[in-house]
Structure formats: C-alpha cells, structure tokens
T-cell receptor, first 113, second 111 residues
C-alpha cells in the first residue's frame, strides 16, 4: 500500500494561466474523490469517480474546472483561466467501494500570483 | 444538505489532560461518521470511524461513539500527549458517499 500520491505538491502560477494536477489512488481502490481546502476550513467536496465514470460534481466545480479519470486509475484536475479565489489546497482521496473510509493524499497547494 | 458542526479551537491542554472535542451533525438517512487528523505539514489521516448507531470507534487511545439520538460523535482521549497536537476534523458520509467535514479543531498540547 503506497498510499494516495499527488503531484505537484505546490504550484505557483499567474492569474489567467491553466494548471493541471495529478492524483494516483491506492491501486485497488475504484473510487476517487477531489476536495478543496482553504485556510482554516475543512475540505469541501468537488467531484468523484467510480472507475472511469464521473458520478457527482459539486456546484463549486465551475465550468473552468474539469476532472478526468480516463482508464479508471489516475485522475487529473484542470483549472482553466485561474483566478485569485482558486488559491487553495486541492486534495485527492480514494476508497474501495461505497461507504468505505477515504484515504487522502498530501494535496497540491495552488498559489495564484 | 448534510452539515457538521464542531467546537472551535484552538484547544490548549497540558500533557496527560482529558480531551473532548464536540461534533454534531445533520444528515438525511444514516450516515457513517469519521474523525480525521492532520498533523503539521502532513495530509489528512483517518483516525477512527463508526458506521451505525451506538458503534464506538477507537484508535491510538482516541474514542468516539455514534449517538443517533443526539446526532453527535464527540472525540475523547483520556490522557493527551504533546504528539497529539494537530487539527482534528469530524466528517460524515451521507447517501452520496462524499465526505462533509466540519471546520476543524486545532489541539495544542503543552508540557
């Protein structure tokens, strides 16, 4: 069990640029989740996949955000035309099936200049 | 929608003191309940869980009991250590499988 891996750990970019984050879940886990965490707050749900199917998206996920999990393994989260308010920690989690505990990666911290 | 309310921090205790962090929730149906911990500079780690009423989750000396009648899941530890200093998050999963978190409670344990 190598845990959930996220890359990069930290991304600094200028406003208006596009960014992409990657998440590699625990290998046998079929569910993959994305959350966003701002300072002093708990993580907020963005979206989740079961295998390659994206089953739920939060209204927090504006049309500038897109997530994929093309082969049911790793996932990418892309933010287009970044804004100041996108600065946050982006967390990925995975689980084996419904109702099972979610295991989190260390997150990608996004800083918008 | 689902929501979680937990006591605000920071909570500052002396080593070997008793810890309680309150957590209450609102949810439709019968959620599973979790406590996650975030140590400084690290990611979220699952601390303990309970999946049905009256279940007690426990790990590393921490305990929490699923109280359906009071919709609560308070975290307790009988004797805290400096190494327990961290931010603790209460979370629930409703029917949608996503986790809904509280705002977190920072615990500081001093010698």
């Amino acid at each position: 069990d190598t845990g959930v891996s996220q890359d990069p750990r930290h991304k600094i970019t200028k406003r208006g640029q596009n960014v992409t984050f990657r998440c590699d879940p625990i290998s046998e886990h079929n569910r993959l989740y994305w959350y966003r965490q701002t300072l002093g707050q708990g993580p907020e749900f963005l979206t989740y996949f079961q295998n390659e199917a994206q089953l739920e998206k939060s209204r927090l996920l504006s049309d500038r955000f897109s997530a994929e999990r093309p082969k049911g393994s790793f996932s990418t989260l892309e933010i287009q035309r970044t804004e100041q308010g996108d600065s946050a920690m982006y967390l990925c989690a995975s689980s084996f099936g419904s109702g099972q505990p979610q295991h989190f990666g260390d997150g990608t911290r996004l800083s918008i200049l | 929608g689902d929501s979680v309310t937990q006591m605000e921090g920071p909570v500052t205790l002396s080593e070997e003191a008793f810890l309680t962090i309150n957590c209450t929730y609102t949810a439709t149906g019968y959620p599973s309940l979790f406590w996650y911990v975030q140590y400084p500079g690290e990611g979220l780690q699952l601390l303990l869980k309970a999946t049905k009423a009256d279940d007690k989750g426990s790990n590393k000396g921490f305990e929490a009991t699923y109280r359906k009648e009071t919709t609560s899941f308070h975290l307790e530890k009988g004797s805290v250590q400096v190494s327990d200093s961290a931010v603790y998050f209460c979370a629930i999963t409703g029917g949608g499988n996503k986790l809904t978190f509280g705002t977190g409670t920072q615990l500081k344990v001093e010698l």
